[in-house]
């Protein structure tokens, strides 16, 4: 017999990776034996209407949190990690004041999560309101907005084929990768929506989570950091770059304390280490060159490899020195949870 637990984290999952509202309760309905009570078809509701009001931006490297609702902001702001985590705004309107710009009613689209009024008003305005956080904060913030406390999940999502600020990378998969059924599947559930999706994907020892993060790099096209546990590792993902898509050598760089390679272009793609990036000792003259051209960059695509050994720590310190628009984890199931993480 198996027994599932019902969680406003679990219902989160769900909605993050695509599912709507109505398809969890229909499915649901469908096989529950009994009658679905209001309770629950109410939790699932509240669980979910919160999805996609803010979300989690990237622009000239600042993060922003926006959303097309002032009230809601006013709320993420009566918090206090983050109110301390907003940077001071420029104009002189004073703290209860947000950026407006016109662009975003966007945020919205793919989603029947926010109800009719809202959503209409959100779209119709095409304003979105916004405020600046301290780039050493945004893992905090992402967590204050979780379900177990304010309950407005970010939603971080790139849309990389409407980046015209980020150059492009020439890189595609060549004729013979062909991904698998369950690389295909852990893809689509990233690219669901057309926009690259942050998270986890968790595949098996040996499954080929290579392949995964290449290919996502490849749907992207955009500059490309990599970060792996050892220098081994950075050698076996630079040669799974190049085994797998038609990355042009110049376009590929390793950064390990043996090989500090440049790469050459206005996109490309770094694979380094976790401990390359996080070091906070004095480096060479090259290194401090190479660290500041990564810092520097907006990354399209930040992939981490072996996410559940990396300690948390160290885990925000790269998260808040490099700058990427998607972050994609990999790793094996967690049979033994690092509780550091
Ligand atoms: N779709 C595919 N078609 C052909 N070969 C594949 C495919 N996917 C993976 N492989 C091969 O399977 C092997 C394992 O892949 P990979 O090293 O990426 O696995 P992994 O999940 O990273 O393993 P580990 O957990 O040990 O790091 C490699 O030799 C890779 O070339």
Redesign the pocket.
Known sequence: MHEYNLTPHSLYAAVSVGLETTTIISVLSKLSKTKLPHEIIDFIHGSTANYGKVKLVLKKNQYFVESPFPEVLKTLLNDDVISKARKAPEDCLGASSFAVSKTAGEIASGHDLLDGIELAAATEDKETHSFEIDSNQVENVKQRCLPNALNFPMLEEYDFRNDTVNPDLDMELKPQ????PY?EKSLSKMFGNGRARSGIIV?????????VGVSAACRIKKSCLCLATNAVSVD?WAF?FK?WSTIRDEHISRFTSDNKEKFRGMAGVVVTTYNMVAFGGKRSEDSEKIIEEIRNREWGLLLMD?VHVVPAHMFRKVISITKSHCKLG?T?PFSSYNSLV
């Open positions: 990768a062909r991904p698998r690389q595949l098996p020892c040996g499954a080929g989570k290579s392949l076996q799974q085994l072996e990999l094996g």
